[in-house]
């Protein structure tokens, strides 16, 4: 079942009404893997949800991270099983390489929530019992078909869309909701694998426009290409209109100039705050996990952008 904002907001509520004025003793663990690296800033507000909800809860909670190496992260899920945690959120980042290490946890009784990404086929393809993030594919869409309507994108336009890791699941996810929405109008999508490191993946995207001057339009798929979008464009001396996904400061001073047409809000701090909640209050209150989709209402342009700007420099 997914939550509407609506159901959200209740569920918050109840959540509150659970919690004492003061922090409660640790009596559950839990372990949390993302599966990039500690220097990527987007999980700074997902770390601090999920820091925040174990105070609360009285979670003893341990944040590991897989460097992006899928088998890091099975040897720190079969870890986690064997301490005998209780619950173990993780980032789902591919469709294929967990499957077996997080079945054995949920068979072992262990509460397993995926956030941030999730199994292309969701419940379908993986034994997690609730996933929390945005709808990586609806969210790719939508943004496609805003920028085809606000910018006259027309069949036989070529658009850019690089990503960061290509093979992710929410690059593939992202990725083909863009192509939907470009292939039903008759827009052709390039693609590049761009790579985590800023810096690298700035000169790659501007080399690529340099090279290809008769780009309409470019998508940065995950916070990296969103945060230096608007600096390869400015590099390549081109104009183009720009959009993508996450938040960082860089991402929302380029909305704000309008240097960037809108960026996708997936709510990182909600995808590291209701994991962890929900495993205490399944070890606790024998809750069943529910999915919650972070990415309702997600579409941040100009005239939204303002809302949000003082969330970003306190996760920094």
């Given at each position: 079942m997914k939550l509407t904002r609506l159901k959200t907001a209740a569920l918050a509520a109840g959540i509150a009404t659970m919690m004492t004025s003061t922090a409660l003793a640790?009596?559950?663990?839990?372990?949390?893997?993302?599966?990039?690296?500690?220097?990527?800033?987007?999980?700074?507000?997902?770390?601090?949800?999920?820091?925040?909800?174990?105070?609360?809860?009285?979670?003893?909670?341990?944040?590991?991270?897989?460097?992006?190496?899928?088998?890091?992260?099975?040897?720190?899920?079969?870890?986690?099983?064997?301490?005998?945690?209780?619950?173990?959120?993780?980032?789902?980042?591919?469709s294929d390489a967990f499957d077996e290490s997080i079945c054995a946890a949920v068979k072992a009784g262990i509460v397993v929530i995926g956030f941030n990404n999730d199994d292309l086929e969701g419940a379908k393809g993986n034994c997690r019992q609730a996933y929390v993030g945005m709808n990586e594919f609806s969210s790719g869409y939508e943004l496609g078909n805003r920028m085809i309507k606000e910018f006259g994108l027309k069949s036989g336009d070529v658009v850019f869309n690089p990503r960061e890791i290509p093979e992710a699941s929410f690059a593939v996810a992202r990725g083909g909701g863009i192509e939907k929405a470009m292939k039903e109008n008759g827009i052709k999508v390039e693609t590049v694998r761009a790579g985590l490191d800023p810096a690298e993946a700035q000169n790659i995207m501007a080399q690529f426009l340099i090279a290809n001057p008769g780009v309409k339009a470019v998508f940065g798929t995950g916070s990296v290409t969103s945060t230096v979008g608007a600096g390869a464009i400015k590099d390549a001396g081109v104009k183009v209109p720009f959009g993508g996904f996450d938040l960082a400061v860089e991402i929302v001073n380029a909305v704000e100039s309008g240097a960037m047409f809108a960026t996708m809000d997936q709510q990182p701090y909600l995808q590291g705050y209701y994991p962890i909640a929900q495993i205490a209050l399944s070890k606790k209150y024998g809750l069943t996990p529910t999915d919650v989709d972070t990415g309702q209402g997600a579409f941040l342009d100009k005239s939204r952008i303002s809302s949000v700007k003082p969330l970003i420099g306190s996760f920094r």
């Amino acid at each position: 079942m997914k939550l509407t904002r609506l159901k959200t907001a209740a569920l918050a509520a109840g959540i509150a009404t659970m919690m004492t004025s003061t922090a409660l003793a640790a009596d559950v663990k839990a372990t949390m893997i993302i599966y990039l690296d500690p220097s990527v800033q987007f999980f700074n507000p997902v770390v601090k949800g999920a820091k925040d909800a174990a105070a609360q809860f009285g979670v003893d909670l341990d944040v590991q991270y897989a460097n992006n190496d899928p088998v890091r992260q099975n040897d720190l899920i079969e870890s986690a099983t064997a301490a005998g945690v209780d619950g173990i959120a993780v980032a789902i980042s591919s469709s294929d390489a967990f499957d077996e290490s997080i079945c054995a946890a949920v068979k072992a009784g262990i509460v397993v929530i995926g956030f941030n990404n999730d199994d292309l086929e969701g419940a379908k393809g993986n034994c997690r019992q609730a996933y929390v993030g945005m709808n990586e594919f609806s969210s790719g869409y939508e943004l496609g078909n805003r920028m085809i309507k606000e910018f006259g994108l027309k069949s036989g336009d070529v658009v850019f869309n690089p990503r960061e890791i290509p093979e992710a699941s929410f690059a593939v996810a992202r990725g083909g909701g863009i192509e939907k929405a470009m292939k039903e109008n008759g827009i052709k999508v390039e693609t590049v694998r761009a790579g985590l490191d800023p810096a690298e993946a700035q000169n790659i995207m501007a080399q690529f426009l340099i090279a290809n001057p008769g780009v309409k339009a470019v998508f940065g798929t995950g916070s990296v290409t969103s945060t230096v979008g608007a600096g390869a464009i400015k590099d390549a001396g081109v104009k183009v209109p720009f959009g993508g996904f996450d938040l960082a400061v860089e991402i929302v001073n380029a909305v704000e100039s309008g240097a960037m047409f809108a960026t996708m809000d997936q709510q990182p701090y909600l995808q590291g705050y209701y994991p962890i909640a929900q495993i205490a209050l399944s070890k606790k209150y024998g809750l069943t996990p529910t999915d919650v989709d972070t990415g309702q209402g997600a579409f941040l342009d100009k005239s939204r952008i303002s809302s949000v700007k003082p969330l970003i420099g306190s996760f920094r």
